[in-house]
């Protein structure tokens, strides 16, 4: 190679290199130091308790509501007050008004309350929501609400040292939506460690209610517990549906609604099939019940008598027909069952002596006994409400499968 294609190479490299050379380094990026996290000032709600249920059965419910103008308390537990009137009980669907403290704190007492479970909500400004410092709800068909306890009613708590059951939240296909449904199921103690089949009650809720009614402000997983674990009642399985198909809900009657809707075919041809494959249980009439409470008590007595060839034990509770339909049943579900049906090991009916459906009760009872059927009576004290469909349940399950 000649020296002049050398300082040719060399200048090559030179001008290569060169502009690594001369590149400047960037600068490092400034870090913006995120801000400091500044504690909220306290307020009386970081240590409010709602509700405060005192020993003598007195609750206290307080809400922090300091821009709030007025602040309602609606509330079942004031139903089992004892020595309330039926007037008393209707005034209490508008609340009951709080008082304001200057802090801002909202409150009111009621009590003593009768041992038991209820819900409530409040109504601030007119808009209704569950209590935010309580974390137990209770759902509804198109709500949630809050849920407390009064203890004292043993029969309805959970004890420990009892064998307690397993509630579960079961999905299927719903052919009268179209959709996913969901179902509550108990299964009794013992079950899943056992190879035994199981009798089976299906409980329905009552109107505006949901699935998850009965599990817990009606507290079905715990009377069954203690009943089982006194040997009061059979180790059972108890399958609680949602008996609305539409969350558009009013109290009509006629057809299409209040127990004569698509859930009843439903539950025959849906739900009791998929239970009877899913679960270990004994599939003839005999081991099957039916209950319901208020609508469910409608859609109780329309299954029991369309289908009495699966249910052998039926319960109803605070129900019976409306007279505009009596009629129509008479020439339907009544002349169906004396055409075909089967007796009955139960026919369970209760009421409260004071429950809006107390008449009806009394007169669905009468067309019974006219078409053969010989229902057992239950007439209580109260008002249509959760403190008496659980003794209603307490009362009914012993009964089933002897």
């Known amino acids: 190679m000649k020296p002049s294609d050398l300082a040719g190479s060399a200048a090559a490299i030179v001008v290569l290199l060169a502009p690594c050379a001369i590149a400047q380094v960037p600068a490092p990026a400034t870090v913006t130091q995120p801000p400091a996290f500044i504690m909220p000032p306290p307020t009386p709600n970081d240590a409010l308790k709602s509700p405060e249920v005192k020993p003598d059965g007195t609750v206290v419910f307080r809400i922090y509501a300091p821009l709030a103008r007025e602040v309602r308390l609606q509330e079942e537990g004031k139903l089992a007050t004892p020595g309330l009137t039926m007037k008393q009980s209707q005034m209490g669907g508008a609340g009951y008004p709080l008082e304001r403290a200057d802090n801002g704190v909202w409150s009111i007492t009621f009590g003593p309350i009768q ?99 009965w599990s817990t402000v009606g507290r079905a997983g715990a009377i069954l517990d203690n009943l089982i674990a006194a040997h009061q009642a059979q180790p059972m399985i108890i399958v609680m549906p949602a008996g609305h198909v539409s969350r558009d809900f009013a109290l009509r009657t006629g057809a299409g609604t209040m127990g004569h809707d698509a859930f009843n075919q439903e539950l025959t ?4 099939p998929y239970i009877d494959s899913h679960y270990r249980t004994l599939t003839d009439r005999d081991h099957r019940a039916l209950a ?70 009394q007169v669905t009872v009468d067309l019974l006994r006219k078409y053969g059927i010989t229902p057992v009576t239950h007439d209580s004290a109260g008002f249509h409400a959760w403190n008496n469909w659980r003794d209603y349940l307490y009362l009914f399950a012993p009964q089933l499968f002897r």
């Open 115 to 213: 041992p038991g479970v209820y819900r409530y909500s409040f109504l601030v400004d007119g808009v209704k929501m569950p209590d935010p410092r309580n974390p137990l709800t209770s759902e509804s068909l198109n709500s949630v609400a809050s849920i407390y306890e009064v203890p004292g009613s043993a029969f309805q708590e959970y004890h420990s040292g009892t064998p307690h059951g397993a509630i579960a939240s079961v999905w299927y296909d719903s052919p009268a939506t179209g959709s996913l449904r969901r179902m509550h199921v108990y299964s009794p103690p013992g079950y899943e460690t056992s190879t035994a089949k199981y009798p089976v009650l299906y409980l329905l809720h009552g109107g505006g209610d949901t699935d998850d009614s």
């Open 269 to 272: 041809g849906t739900i009791l």
């Open 292 to 361: 319901g409470l208020s609508m469910g008590g409608l859609q109780t007595l329309d299954i029991s008598l369309t289908n009495s060839a699966q249910f052998a034990w039926i319960g109803v509770f605070s129900s019976g027909w409306f007279p505009e339909l009596r009629d129509q049943e008479e020439k339907t579900d009544l002349a169906q069952y004396k055409a075909s049906g089967m007796p009955f090991k139960l026919y369970w009916v209760g009421a409260g002596r004071l429950d809006i459906a107390h008449d009806n009760s």
